[in-house]
């Protein structure tokens, strides 16, 4: 077999090898997250102080995000809608696809870009500045001081955040639908309470935020402290946790709209 | 030296993957005394610093911290022996999301029960003894590098360790600074009766605060003694480092193959 095919080979091995190891470290990192959870939920006050600067922080961006997509949603539905006369069914559109998919799935991605990246680029630079290390020989363990009370408050938040993005969506569905084109407003709101289903939509898409709240932090957190210690370290950790973040909320989104959704209502 | 040994180094060998760092080395350091680490740069005098707080294995040999093997150590047992000791890093280490205020505070909020009032008046002290108690309220971002390591000394002291290690204390700093940093470590050592460990390759400004000092060349400890016996030391290697000499045992130039080798001047030639 020529030279170059095995080399070939061989990269591709080392490179599964790297992967999976890297993926093993995670699920470790991930562990001793939650082991090490009980002092910073005790001082609850380092929870606080992080749920200002990844959900407070971010609240902007998904507010006016949110307002958008639901004008956007509240146009393109009514210009389909109006087709078949069913112009009122707006509201209820605006609502389970803001519930459903659109909320948790684009307030995660957002999320991700700004507290997520926020999240890694901290903890990396404290990496790099020998901040970790430094807590570290002050007898303080940095898993616990540093990266608990971060996993917390990304958990936290990120329902949170999506209710926001959603209730500004439909906000936004109510002011293109209702104020601007004129849609009774009554039967807007009307259908939309009929057709929402508590526990089938809304309880679902807050599990979904849950679980994209989890994924991102969990990988937000483990890129920062996983950083080489370095500027291209610490730039390269927060691309990926943006990019891994995105490909993993895709991904759970599917899955948990399967299990969710499978062909009912 | 014959002052009881806060920490001893008996044998130690260290290596990252198969590169040997430290080999075979052999320290005594007494309580309540200055002691420099001091070589060439690269030759293993922070991972050294590293060994004794435990934050690396060595790969064989021990090192005694308070008649503790540091690495034998659970992790419950050395979190509360390095409640005991501190190191000042290169550039600090500050917290940069805390005020100086609360970077002092730290450690005794952490691992004390003492009221606000008296972390007040304690974090007040230990910056007054650096003389930076005026600027309590500044962010570490606000403070230049002889300031920030001076805060970082104050929060080294906070809760009066036995030891403290210094890694490169004097770099990058002005002459008025490094002075001033020098002082401090001195008398903060004589005040507070503890131990000091300098990693430094400043050899006139730790010569004069310092009182034993070893030299490590590529892994291995070529030379020791008082500032007195290492001025006038015959070793090749110490005159080298403390007159600061571009000649001597430390080569200029880092291994490779010859200069015409890699030009190809040899084959050409052929």
Known sequence: MPRRIVIGIQGVGHRVIDSVWRLGYAARFFTLTLLKSGASIRRF????????????????????????????????????????????????????????????????????????????????????????????????????????????AGVISMPLLAAMFSTMGVFGGYLVAVVLIGVDEGSFWSQMQSMVDFRFDIVNGIIKTCVFGVAITAIAVFEGYDAQPTAEGVSGATTRTVVTSALVILGLDFVLTAFMFRGVG | MTTKALVEIKDLNFSYDERAILKGINMTMPRGKVIAIMGSSGCGKTTLLRLIGGAVTPSSGHVKVDSQVVHELSRNELFLLRRKMSMLFQFGALFTDLSVFDNVAFQMREHTNLPESVIRDLVLMKLHSVGLRGAHNLMPAELSGGMARRIALARSIALDPMLIMFDEPFAGLDPISLSVIGNLIRRLTEALGMTSILVT??????????????????????????????????????????????????????????????????????
Do not use: C
């Not at chain 1, 078949?84 to 459903?100: F, I, K, Q």
């Not at chain 1, 998919?101 to 903890?123: D, M, Q």
């Not at chain 1, 630079?125 to 901040?131: D, P, S």
């Open chain 2, 201 to 270: 390759h400043d050899v006139h400004e730790s010569l004069k605060i310092v009182d034993y000092v070893y030299f490590i060349s590529e892994g291995v400890i070529t030379a020791h003694g008082t500032p007195a016996e290492v001025r006038e030391s015959a070793s090749p290697f110490v005159h080298q480092f403390v007159h600061s000499e571009v000649n001597g045992p430390v080569p200029f130039h880092y291994p490779a193959e010859t200069y015409a080798t890699d030009l190809n001047l040899e084959s050409s030639v052929a």
């Open chain 1, 45 to 152: 006050s380092l929870i606080i102080r992080e749920l200002y600067f990844t959900g407070v922080l971010t609240m902007v961006i998904i507010l006016v995000s949110g307002l958008f997509v639901g004008m956007v949603l509240g146009l393109q539905g009514y210009e389909t809608l109006q087709k078949y006369g069913a112009e009122t069914a707006v509201g209820t559109l605006v609502a389970l696809s803001l519930v459903r998919e659109l909320g948790p799935v684009v307030a995660a991605l957002l999320f991700a870009s700004r507290a997520g990246s926020a999240i890694t680029a901290e903890i990396g630079l404290m990496k790099a500045t020998e901040q970790l290390e430094a807590m570290g020989m002050m007898a303080v363990d940095p898993v616990a001081r540093v990266v608990a009370p971060r996993f917390w």
